[in-house]
C-alpha cells in the first residue's frame, strides 16, 4: 500500500532559535514522543500523558567532523498501514506494519527517521556523504526510573557468546558498569513493559548497553577490530586482542540500524510485538521455494549413547545411518553431523570411519537432508573451497559456530555466510550468535540462532530450569527464532536433577519438555536425544513428529514472566496449546475461546499422577469439545501439558 502522506499527524514548535521540538503519535494515539532537536536529539516517549522513558544526546559522529551538527534542512512525514507477509511463517501467516513517520535532514548530511507504531518506537540514522566515512561513535542515553526493574544478559567482555543467565534488578540497584546486550527487558513500577533492542543491522556493529547509574543506560559499540588471537583453544580463535578507536568503516551514502523501543501493556502483547521482523530490510532472495523449515537429530551427545544394535556408535558410517534411518521414519526432515565430523579447523578433511559420499548418497535416497557443524573461522580460511565440497557432497545446511562476537568485521561475515549459503541453497543456524537483529528477513534461509542458555547447559549448571524457561518466550523470543533444543526424553524432578556433559537430562516433567516444542518458537527445531531414547518413548516421539514448525497464529492464553506460560499455536485449522510452569505447582482453567466454532478432538499429554517424584511420568488421554468449553490444566512442580486440538467434521 501506498503511503499516504498527512501533514496533520506532526506538530512543529520552534522553542528558541537553537532548538526545535516535533510530536509523534502513535496510529491509535495512545504513544506519543516529543522529539526535541538541538544540539543533539532527545525523545520522550509517553502512554496517555504517563513518561515511559527519555532517550538523551542522541547523535552520530563521523571522523574529519563529517556529520557533525543537527541543524534542520527539511523534515516530513507520513503514515502507513500496511501487511507484512512472511517469507518463513514463524509464527503468523502475516504482520500488520502500520506506523506514523517522522523524517529529518540536516545540513550536515545525516538524518534521522522516527517511526511511531502502536507497539512502540524506532529511529534511526541516514548519511548521505560522497565519500565513505569513518564512524567514531553513535551517543545513545536511556533513561528509566530508579523503581523500574529490568531483566538482561551482561557479560565481561564483547567478546561474548551471548549465553549468560538473565538477571533481574531494580535499576536503582544495577551495578554501574554493567555491560549488557541486547534485548533487554524493562518493567515500568506501574504497569507497562518495554524492550530494548534493534534490527536492520547490516555492516556495522551491533549495539550493547552499559549501566550509568541513577536509571541510565547508555548505548556502546564494539571498537573495530585491529589484532586477532589465534592462540590456545581452536574454539576461540578469532576473538579480539586489539581495537582501533572508531567502530565503523561504512560508504557514506547509508541507512543506519534502527533502534527500538517497544511497550506492551502486558506478557501477551510481548509476544505478539513484530518490531524487529517489520523494521527489517525485505528478502534479497528471489527463489525461496528450496528453505525448508524442518526437525534436526543432531549427533553431539547422542552418537555416544545409542542402544540395542549391532555396531558400535561413533562418528562413523553406520551411525550416520542409524539416524537417517530414524530421521525418515518419523518425517524429520534433517540430520546434523555436529562436531567432530572433520579436524576441527579443516573443512576439506573428514573423520576417517566416516564415509562422506556414501552417507549423504544414502540420506538423500531416504527424503533426509544432511547439515554441517563448522567453525566459523575454518570457514573463512577455506571459504570457497569448503562451500564447493559442501555442494558436491549435497549439504543442504551449516550450523555455525563460536563467533562470539558482533563488531562490524563480525556482522559483515554473517552477511556473507548468509548470502553465500544461499547460493548453494543451504539453510543456517548461528550459535555462539549474537541475537536476532533481521538477517533472517533479508535471508530467509536463516532460519534460527542460539543466543541463549539453551539446554546443553544442563550438561554443566542448574542455569536452565523451569524458570529459565518461562523467560525465554518474553525476553530472547521477542527477537526472532531461538534454537533451544526441546523434546528430551530424560527429564528431572528439582530434586533428581544431576549435571552430565555427556549425557544431559532437562529440569522438569516430560510433558514440561514436550509442551516446550509448541512454547519456544523456532522453524529449525533440534531434537537432543539419541535416536534410541525417541525409539523407546514411541508415543511421546509421534506426538512430537506431528508438530509443525511453521504458524498461522500465536496466541499468549495465559503468562506471567519467570513463571508460568500457555500459548497457543495454529496450523491451517488446527491448534496446539503448550503450557509449562515454574518449580511451583499450578492449576489452571483453560477457555477454549481461541478455538474457531465447532468439535474438537483434543489429543493431550500432561503430567502423571507420581511426575512429582518420577519427572517422566505422563499421562496421554483424549477428549471431545466444542469452542468456549474449559479444560482443567494441572502441573505439577516443574511441570507441563500440551494438546493438539483437530475439528470434526
Given amino acids: 500500500m501506498k ?28 504513544l506519543t514522543a516529543r522529539i526535541t532537536i538541538s544540539s543533539n536529539a532527545s525523545v520522550e516517549l509517553s502512554k496517555q500523558n504517563e513518561i515511559l522513558l527519555k532517550l538523551e544526546e542522541i547523535d552520530l559522529f563521523a571522523a574529519d567532523g563529517q556529520l557533525e551538527g543537527m541543524r534542520v534542512k527539511k523534515s516530513t512525514n507520513q503514515s502507513v498501514n500496511n501487511t507484512v507477509i512472511p517469507e518463513i511463517r514463524e509464527k503468523s501467516a502475516s504482520y500488520p506494519d502500520n506506523y506514523n513517520e517522522l523524517s529529518i535532514a540536516f545540513k550536515s548530511n545525516k538524518g534521522l527517521t522516527f517511526r511511531l507504531y502502536n507497539e512502540g518506537l524506532a529511529y534511526r540514522f541516514t548519511s548521505s556523504v560522497k565519500d565513505s566515512l569513518t564512524i567514531i561513535k553513535e551517543n545513545l542515553s536511556i533513561h528509566f526510573h530508579e523503581s523500574d526493574s529490568t531483566r538482561y544478559q551482561s557479560s565481561k567482555s564483547f567478546n561474548s557468546s551471548y549465553e549468560t543467565p538473565y538477571e533481574h534488578d531494580r535499576f536503582g540497584e544495577m551495578n554501574q558498569g554493567k555491560l549488557c546486550n541486547l534485548p533487554l527487558l524493562t518493567e515500568k513500577q506501574n504497569g507497562p513493559l518495554i524492550t530494548v533492542s534493534e534490527s536492520d543491522l547490516y555492516n556495522f556493529p551491533g549495539l550493547w ?24 583453544n581452536v574454539y576461540s580463535h578469532g576473538q579480539i586482542l586489539e581495537t582501533y578507536d572508531f567502530i565503523a568503516k561504512v560508504r557514506g551514502v547509508r541507512t543506519y540500524p534502527w533502534r527500538i523501543f517497544a511497550v506492551a501493556d502486558n506478557e501477551e502483547n510481548l509476544i505478539q510485538n513484530n518490531l524487529v521482523y517489520l523494521l527489517a530490510r525485505p528478502s534479497e532472495l528471489e527463489d525461496i521455494s528450496w528453505i525448508k523449515p524442518g526437525v534436526v537429530m543432531f549427533d553431539w551427545w547422542a552418537k555416544k549413547y545409542i542402544y540395542g544394535v549391532d555396531f558400535k556408535s561413533g562418528i562413523n558410517t553406520e551411525t550416520a545411518k542409524y539416524f537417517i534411518d530414524f ?32 552417507v549423504t548418497s544414502y540420506a538423500a535416497e531416504k527424503g533426509v537432508d544432511i547439515m554441517l557443524w563448522v567453525i566459523w573461522h575454518a570457514l573463512e580460511r577455506q571459504w570457497s573451497a569448503a562451500f564447493d565440497q559442501f555442494e558436491k557432497w549435497g549439504i543442504k545446511g551449516i550450523k555455525m559456530d563460536f563467533m562470539n562476537r558482533d563488531d562490524q568485521k563480525m556482522v559483515q561475515f554473517y ?3 548468509a548470502r553465500k549459503a544461499a547460493e548453494k541453497k543451504m539453510v543456517v543456524n548461528f550459535h555462539g550468535a549474537y541475537k536476532p537483529s533481521g538477517l533472517r528477513r533479508g535471508y530467509p534461509n536463516v532460519l534460527t540462532r542460539e543466543a541463549l542458555i539453551e ?67 523456532s522453524p ?11 525409539y523407546r518413548e514411541q508415543e511421546c516421539t509421534d506426538f512430537l513428529a506431528n508438530i509443525p514448525l511453521e504458524w498461522d ?23 496446539f496449546v503448550g503450557a509449562i510452569t515454574d518449580w511451583e505447582a499450578r492449576s489452571f482453567t483453560l477457555n477454549t475461546h481461541f478455538l474457531s466454532a465447532g468439535k474438537y478432538e483434543v489429543d493431550i499429554i500432561n503430567d502423571g499422577i507420581n511426575a512429582d517424584t518420577r519427572a517422566e511420568d505422563y499421562k ?9 468449553e474449559n479444560i482443567e490444566i494441572n502441573m505439577v512442580s516443574g511441570g507441563g501439558w500440551v494438546a493438539r486440538f483437530t475439528p470434526v467434521n
Fill in 3 to 30: 503511503p499516504l502522506i498527512i501533514n496533520s499527524l506532526l506538530l512543529i514548535a520552534v522553542i528558541s532559535s537553537h532548538a526545535q521540538e516535533y510530536h509523534l503519535s502513535s496510529p491509535d494515539g495512545f
Fill in 209 to 232: 548497553l552499559s549501566s550509568k547509574g541513577n536509571a541510565t543506560l547508555e548505548g556502546i559499540h564494539p571498537p573495530y577490530p585491529k589484532t586477532y588471537d589465534y592462540s590456545g
Fill in 327 to 358: 530421521c525418515a521414519a518419523r518425517g524429520f526432515r534433517y540430520f546434523l553431523f555436529d562436531d567432530g565430523w572433520c579436524p576441527k579447523d579443516d573443512l576439506l578433511s573428514v573423520n576417517p570411519e566416516l564415509d562422506m559420499e556414501i
Fill in 415 to 417: 552477511e556473507s555466510v
Fill in 455 to 521: 539446554f546443553e547447559y544442563n550438561g554443566w549448571t542448574e542455569y536452565v530450569s523451569p524458570e529459565h524457561h518461562n523467560l525465554l518466550p518474553y525476553i530472547r523470543m521477542f527477537t526472532g527464532p531461538m534454537d533451544y533444543i526441546p523434546g528430551t526424553m530424560r527429564n528431572s524432578t528439582k530434586n533428581s536433577f544431576r549435571k552430565s556433559g555427556n549425557y544431559p537430562m532437562g529440569q522438569g516433567t516430560r510433558a514440561h519438555a514436550m509442551a516446550l516444542f509448541v512454547i519456544l518458537n
Fill in 524 to 534: 529449525m527445531t533440534m531434537l537432543p536425544d539419541s535416536p534410541s531414547d525417541y
Fill in 553 to 575: 497464529e500465536t496466541s499468549l492464553l495465559e503468562g506471567k514472566i519467570g513463571r508460568y506460560t500457555i500459548l497457543g499455536r495454529r496450523t491451517g485449522d488446527e491448534w
Fill in 620 to 628: 496421554r488421554s483424549t477428549m471431545s469439545i466444542q469452542k468456549g
